[in-house]
Every structure is written in C-alpha cells, then in structure tokens.
C-alpha cells in the first residue's frame, strides 16, 4: 500500500499498489508490438500501471493498430476480443502481472506522426 495526500481527506490516503513492475510493463510492450491478430497489425503498444474506479490496480494497455476497414466505423468485436485476450493471455500468463489488464485501441489514422495521439486539448 501506498500513502498519499489527497484533498478532502483530514490525513494520508491508503492506495493499493500494482504488482507489475517497470520490467513487467517493458516486457509486455515488447510482446504486442508487432504483433498481427485476426488480420490487424499492433504497430506499437504503452503500458503503465494505475488504479481503477474501485481502487483495484490494474495495467493500461494502449495499442496503436491498423486502421478500421474504410467501409468501417470500427474494428468487428471478435478481432478486438483477439487482440484484448492476447494482452491478457502474455501479461498474466507469460509474464506474471497478477493485475487487471485494461487494453485501449488507437487507429494508425488517429495517431500522430511517429506514434500515439498527443493529450487531449493539446495545441499543435
């Protein structure tokens, strides 16, 4: 557990820490990268550790991956469940995260050049 200030709170915050370490997420990063699942390529991948909405740790996943068919609003939910069980599958199987995996998709036309969109409301 962690110890923190927060506003609202007359002392220290207890938080529960996550279990996965640098090396973990590294390596997590490294597995999906590259990849090709169900026809879709992960062209790059981000993760970091954070707390869910009740207080559970769990890892971020962001996937920057091929663009959606052009007839398409979005990716058929059987090739995003491909691509989610294949995170969860190498974080808490091959690598041991024992945390909630939490994946994020990012077309390649949404990205900036040279990687993932910047924050939101950012100026260019």
Do not use: N
Not at 52 to 60: A, D, Q, T
Request: net charge negative.
């Amino acid at each position: 557990m962690s110890s923190r200030e927060y506003a609202g709170y007359a002392g220290p915050v207890s938080l529960p820490m996550s279990g996965a370490t640098p090396e973990m997420l590294e390596q997590l990063v490294d597995a999906m990268r590259g990849r090709v699942v169900e026809g879709i390529r992960i062209h790059d991948a981000r993760a970091s550790t954070d707390i869910g909405g009740h207080g559970i740790p769990m890892v971020r996943v962001v996937l920057l991956v091929d663009d959606p068919q052009p007839d398409e609003w979005t990716w058929p939910v059987e090739k995003i469940r491909a691509i989610d069980y294949l995170a969860r599958r190498e974080a808490w199987q091959r690598i041991g995260i024992p945390d909630h995996v939490y994946t994020t998709h990012v077309a390649l036309c949404e990205a900036e050049e040279g990687g993932f969109p910047g924050p939101r409301g950012a100026q260019p």
